[in-house]
């Protein structure tokens, strides 16, 4: 039988000291890891808590306490923004926008005043005179404005556009034409679009109320009305066999459509652009989609039939699409 070698096996000495050492190890183990824990804990309580769709209610200094919600919103235009003279009934995609978004912040359609604004500087004096809690009015998104009001959105993404008489586009179908001596072309003062034009060297004729384009267009005394494209649509859809949108390019970049909110109110910004952004998540199954496919959608080219990014929207902690009633 072979001799099992002493040197093989550990004396007490030395397995004491591999214990021990054991034993001081599982200690730093211990303590590194109720150290963590502790960090841990005190880092969950030192996280303020997400805010909720309720919590950024509370804080809306337009929203507090109010019982109706009121929302600047254009009258005349068809499947775009119209309120019908004999019914009273509100309709078109910016109304139901308006709906979809009022009813998002807690409010029956029953508890929404609609407040009429035909021109651009009533949609910027309802705001500041505190008349109206926001406008869903086909208001563009500027450097300037955004001086005097918060903006959500966008909610609709269009260039500037030109509208002729059909029996006028071969006369009319460039830029050049329109800049010729004796063209007539409506737009609305101080608009994006009275800049565009002038920008492209074109002497358009602002008008106060963009009624008076489309009439101005129907009794002959314009020969071309530039606007937003989701205007121009609108207009064309009373009657499709007389108009015709010019494919030109008036202006470089395309209006960003947003919904004015009072100024300094982020809370009620940020809840617009967070229903927003949860609209466009549920992509085929969004009130925006709905919204445009049974109003202004038929009349667009269906480029436009994709609902604009959020960017800057807040992550709350909650969302069901139906807000507690307040």
Do not use: H
Request: charged share 25%; hydrophobic share 35%.
């Amino acid at each position: 039988m072979d001799e099992i070698g002493t040197d093989s096996v550990p004396s007490p000495a030395t397995t004491r000291r591999r214990a021990g050492r054991w034993r001081s190890m599982l200690t730093v183990v211990s303590v590194i890891t109720m150290l963590l824990l502790v960090g841990a804990a005190k880092c969950a309580q030192d996280t303020p808590p997400k805010e909720t769709v309720e919590s950024l209610r509370e804080k809306s200094t337009t929203l507090k306490d109010r019982p109706t919600l009121r929302i600047g919103v254009r009258t005349t235009l068809p499947f775009l923004s119209y309120r019908d003279p004999k019914s009273g009934k509100y309709s078109g995609f910016e109304i139901e926008i308006a709906r979809d978004l009022a009813k998002e912040l807690g409010y029956a359609e029953t508890e929404i005043d609609w407040v009429t604004v035909s021109t651009l500087q009533s949609r910027q004096q309802v705001l500041q005179s505190g008349s109206a809690d926001m406008v869903v009015a086909s208001f563009s998104i500027t450097e300037e404005r955004e001086k005097l009001f918060d903006f959500a959105g966008p909610y609709l993404l269009v260039p500037q556009a030109v509208l002729v008489s059909k029996v006028r586009t071969k006369a009319l179908d460039t830029i050049a034409d329109l800049r010729a001596p004796g063209v007539r072309v409506c737009t609305g003062t101080g608009s994006t679009s009275e800049r565009a034009l002038v920008s492209k060297e074109i002497r358009p004729e602002p008008v106060n109320d963009d009624t008076q384009c489309k009439d101005g267009m129907k009794s002959g005394k314009y020969d071309a009305y530039s606007t937003d494209l989701q205007i121009l649509a609108s207009f064309k859809a009373e009657d499709s066999e007389r108009w015709e949108i010019l494919p030109l390019e008036i202006a470089d970049t395309s209006e960003r459509i947003g919904v004015a909110t009072p100024n300094g109110d982020e809370a009620l910004r940020g809840l617009i652009n967070y229903f927003l952004s949860q609209w466009q998540k549920n992509k085929l199954n969004s009130p925006w989609l709905r919204a445009y496919d049974r109003t202004i959608g038929p009349y667009l080219d269906g480029r436009y039939r994709a609902q604009p990014t959020i960017t800057g929207a807040p992550d709350l902690a909650d969302y069901d699409s139906k807000a507690a009633p307040r």
